[in-house]
């Protein structure tokens, strides 16, 4: 499976035209799972695992790949699926989320499968692991569930993330934002995160679940004759979502001449030199990989108040 991987200049090429490569594997059960390429960097047979005392509900074990230690991830468990299995998982999914490596155990990958944004959806009412499911999509009449790893990972490592004293001591100094803060989120976990981390710093703000419901709410907002900047301050947005993903976004923002001058930090779990050469080609202004709310409260800072960047990062 790996040298069926996409190189970086396939998946740069795919970027912005609002398109994406799904892996899809199995759970035991005849429903089918999907993961985004790009987040994988490996698929291999899983290795003998050291159990962990008092591990997570889900954490089958550690074990070393290429000189990092990392955890093994039961899907099946953490969907309840578990039951329906006929034997152990023997697959491994390496991938990295929010800066940190870890393998999710599967039972058999299908194939990859090349995708328009604008096919996938947020789960139906009564999707069975709708809690877990960020988006579906029907492939060949099946409907494919696209797992929301931040949420699983959020799961298994809860302790939340807060801005420290310091740096709201510094928000209590800088300019107010003469708007709202748009954030742009098809994870609940991603949208509850920043949140707060706002709540914190007490900024205005709104929230979209996707690219097109972001780019619905900005052209509303510009249709008079007020600036959009006096009434969004500036756009985060997720890069994966459904409909419409954050490189497509940026793009249609810097197309359109009553939004381009926009700053737009694109905030996602898919670290890497791969995103800040996304970020030149779609006109971002920034990338940020999740998630640090100290981090966060600093790339906001540092766009009221250059001067304040220093301190915060």
């Excluded at 398109?19 to 290795?47: D, T």
């Excluded at 695992?49 to 953490?78: C, E, H």
């Excluded at 299995?85 to 870890?102: G, H, V």
């Excluded at 302790?159 to 100094?173: F, G, L, N």
Aim: with cysteine.
């Amino acid at each position: 499976m790996k040298s069926h991987l996409a190189s970086v200049d396939e998946r740069t090429r795919l970027a912005g035209s609002n398109r994406f490569e799904m892996l899809l594997f199995s759970l035991g059960a005849r429903q089918r799972f999907g993961i985004n390429v790009f987040k994988i960097q490996e698929v291999v047979q899983c290795p003998e695992l050291s159990i962990m005392p008092q591990a997570p509900v889900g954490v089958s074990g550690i074990a070393n790949f290429r000189g990092q230690t990392i955890p093994f991830i039961d899907l099946a468990v953490i969907l309840g699926l578990a039951a329906q299995r006929e034997r152990e998982p023997k697959l491994a999914i390496i991938s990295e989320y929010n800066r940190t490596m870890q393998a999710f155990l599967v039972d058999s990958v299908d194939r990859i499968v090349n995708l328009n944004w604008e096919a996938v959806h947020l789960p139906p009412p009564g999707t069975g692991n709708c809690n877990m499911v960020t988006s579906v999509v029907s492939i060949e009449g099946d409907l494919v569930e696209i797992i929301d790893v931040e949420k699983v990972l959020a799961d298994l490592n809860p302790d939340a993330q807060d801005v420290s004293a310091e740096t709201v001591k510094i928000v209590e100094k800088v300019k107010r934002p003469p708007g709202e803060i748009l954030i742009v989120d098809d994870s609940a976990v991603a949208r509850g995160q920043i949140r707060r981390t706002l709540e914190q710093m007490k900024y205005p703000h709104r929230f979209a679940n996707n690219g097109r419901e972001a780019l619905n709410i900005l052209e509303a907002l510009s249709r008079d004759t007020v600036p959009i900047t006096d009434k969004v301050y500036m756009v985060v947005s997720d890069i994966e979502m459904p409909e419409m993903d954050g490189y497509t976004l940026t793009a249609m923002i810097r197309a359109n001449p009553a939004l381009k001058s926009l700053h737009v930090l694109l905030h996602s779990s898919m670290s890497g030199i791969f995103n800040h050469t996304m970020v030149e080609k779609v006109g971002a202004n920034d990338f940020l990989a999740k998630f640090s709310a100290e981090e966060l409260a600093g790339k906001i800072l540092g766009f009221l108040d250059p001067k304040t960047t220093a301190k915060t990062t």
